[in-house]
């Protein structure tokens, strides 16, 4: 399975900053997803990034407020913008892996954000 | 999109087997069923998944109904590190996976 590490594991930020969150993984992978959890609530994904090509975003997300970059097959970062409160969560990072290739994910630990 | 509806939540004694049901009536043939947990402040892990035939691993059993439309995941010996949150879901491979609430397991001593 893939090893996948993200920095910050958290961080406290002042409303109106940025902050981008890393992620890297220990083998090439074709697709990388980042989702969002808000407090108690389950994972929704924020968009698919696909190396050499623009994310795709899901409903509800958009790239100026997300923007994401898929510089090669081990590494993706997604950025925060001018965050506001309700932007404290938890930002997971993940990718398709398993030795069979048949679609199971693998989650860092997530970045753990949370706006002044 | 996927649509699951698993229970919101559930109790199991420590050492019982814990069934945990999902219901994925909307499933295409291709595609695979996948189960996660997460614990508490933990990212999501994986615990299997399965097309077709019934699956096992040294976490879990996979029971997954003749008509694919629901399957049932077995934790054979519960025990307290097995509370968590865990999400049922189904896709296939490279497609985006989405969460549903889950169902949060508690194993009681």
């Known amino acids: 399975s893939a090893v996948i590490s993200q920095k910050p594991s958290r961080d406290i930020c002042q409303r109106g900053t940025s902050l981008t969150i890393q992620c890297q993984v220990d083998?090439?992978?074709?697709?990388m997803f980042w989702y969002r959890q808000q407090p108690g609530q389950s994972l929704t994904l924020i968009a698919t990034a696909n190396q050499g090509s623009e994310a795709t975003y899901e409903s509800g997300f958009v790239i100026d407020k997300f923007p994401i970059s898929r510089p090669n097959l081990t590494f993706s970062t997604l950025t925060v913008s001018n965050m506001s409160p309700e932007d404290s969560s938890i930002y997971l990072c993940s990718v398709a892996g398993g030795p069979a290739n048949t679609g199971e994910l693998f989650f860092g630990e997530g970045s753990r954000l949370t706006v002044l | 999109d996927a649509k699951t509806t698993q229970p919101t939540s559930m109790d199991c004694a420590e050492g019982r087997a814990a069934n945990l049901p999902c219901n994925h009536s909307?499933?295409?043939?291709?595609?695979?069923v996948y189960w996660y947990r997460q614990i508490h402040s933990q990212g999501p892990q994986y615990i299997i998944h399965?097309?077709?035939n019934n699956e096992t691993n040294e976490m879990a059993s996979l029971i997954i109904t003749e008509d694919r439309k629901s399957s049932t995941l077995i934790l054979p010996h519960a025990t307290l590190r097995d509370t968590a949150v865990y999400y049922c879901?189904?896709?296939?491979?490279?497609?985006?996976?989405?969460f549903g609430k889950g169902t949060r397991l508690h194993i009681l001593p």
């Open positions: 399965g097309l077709k």
């Open positions: 909307t499933i295409s043939g291709n595609e695979y």
């Open positions: 083998s090439q992978v074709t697709m």
């Open positions: 879901t189904f896709g296939y491979r490279d497609d985006k996976i989405i």
